[in-house]
C-alpha cells in the first residue's frame, strides 16, 4: 500500500511569510503521496475588518452568518489558498487549490442550531469523503491543498473546522492508503513540562494516553485534539504526528519529529 501524508497547518504558519515559506519547502520534499489542509489564520478577520463586517467568535469558532461567509470564501479559497499554490509550483510540487466543492470532493451537513446558532458551518459526516475522486488525483500526480470550506451537495458552501477536515481526509483515505496525519502547532510536540520545550513525549500509545491522564501531564486544552487523533487511529489511521512547523523537515533527514500517536508504540 502506497503511503499518503496529510499535512494541517494552521495560523502560526500561515500568518508568516517566513514561516510559511520554509514550512512549503520542507513539505514538497515529502516522499510519497501528500495532501495539505489548511485553515485561514487571522487574515479573514482582518480583510471583513476592512470591510466593515465584525468577526464574532464563541468557543474559539467562528459564527458564519451570510456576510462572513463571503469573506472567508474569498480569503480562505482565494487569498491563502492561491498563495499557498503558488508557492508549492514554484518549489515543483503540482498543487492543486480546492474547496470540498471542487471535484464533489468533501461534502458536510449544516450544523443544526442548538443553543447556538454558527450559521453556514458544516459537520462532516460518514461518506463526506469521496475517496475515488481524491485518489484520482493523487495517482495523476496533483497534491491537492485544502482550503476549510466544504459543500452540501445543494449548491451552499459551508465554513468547515480545518483540524476535522484533515482528520475526515486521514480515515476516508486510510482504506486507499498507508494514511499519516500530522498537525503543525506552535509547540514542537506533546511535552513532559509545558515549560519546557525540549521535553517532548516522542511516542504515546492508548495505554501510555490513560498515564499521562491520570498524571495530570496531559490535560484541558490538548484532550480534544488527542482524543479526535485516537478516534481517527481507531479507525483505521495509521499515525497521527503532533508537532511543530519548521521541524517537518526532519522526516526526510530521518530525525525525531513532534509526538506520535498509534496503535502501539
Known sequence: MNSLYIIKIGGNVIDNSENLYHFLKDFKDLAGYKILVHGGGKIATQVGDSLGIESRMVDGRRI??????????MVYGGLVNKNIVAQLQRFGTN??????????????????????DYGFVGDIYDGSVNTEGLSNLL????????????HDGDGQLLNTNAD???????VAMSGVFDTTL???????????????E?????????VRYEELKIQQIIHSGMLPKLDNA????????KAV?????DDLGNITQKKPFGTRLSRNT
Open 64 to 73: 458564519t452568518d451570510v456576510e462572513t461567509l463571503r469573506v472567508v470564501t
Open 95 to 116: 498543487a492543486l487549490g480546492l474547496t470540498g466543492a471542487d471535484g464533489n470532493l468533501i461534502t458536510a451537513k449544516k450544523r443544526p442550531v442548538k443553543t447556538i
Open 139 to 150: 495517482t495523476a500526480g496533483f497534491t491537492p491543498v485544502f482550503c476549510a470550506l466544504t
Open 164 to 170: 476535522t477536515i484533515a482528520s475526515a481526509l486521514a
Open 182 to 196: 500530522i498537525y503543525c502547532f506552535e509547540k514542537k510536540g506533546v511535552l513532559m513540562d509545558i515549560d519546557d
Open 198 to 206: 525540549e521535553s517532548v513525549i516522542r511516542d504515546i500509545d492508548p
Open 230 to 237: 485516537f478516534t481517527a487511529i481507531a479507525c483505521g489511521v
Open 241 to 245: 504526528v503532533i508537532g511543530r512547523s
